[in-house]
């Protein structure tokens, strides 16, 4: 009984890791008329790599727009760099991260 409760213990804390996490970030850098760029670093998980990508939306009108997936080798943290080249000058946006289709937890504001 002691062994099946620390085997599913030990799987447990591996299906923890599996998903890739912020590490540090979410971070707004430069934004001019017509787009943004966002600077996010990543924990990739040790067995795959991950497709990371984010999603941003505009406020006013409720359209959702996706960054080109960067690729993140399994095993390593990085620091990737989205550029958002669908803004438009006066609105407001919000943004997701999103690795292997899963939504990251952000612990920061995700609106500029």
Not at 48 to 53: F, K, N, P
Request: hydrophobic share 40%.
């Amino acid at each position: 009984m002691v062994a099946q409760l620390i085997s599913c213990m030990v799987v447990a804390s591996i299906v923890a890791v599996a998903q890739p996490t912020i590490v540090s970030g979410p971070i707004v850098g430069h934004v001019d008329m017509r787009g943004a760029r966002i600077g996010v670093q990543i924990r990739a998980d040790t067995t795959r790599d991950s497709e990371v990508r984010i999603s941003y939306t505009d406020s006013a009108s409720r359209q959702t727009f996706v960054t080109p997936v960067q690729t993140l080798r399994s095993g390593v943290q990085e620091c990737l760099t989205f550029d958002l080249d669908a803004v438009e000058p006066g609105r407001t946006y919000s943004y997701r991260v999103f690795a292997r289709d899963a939504e990251l937890a952000i612990p920061v504001s995700t609106t500029f």
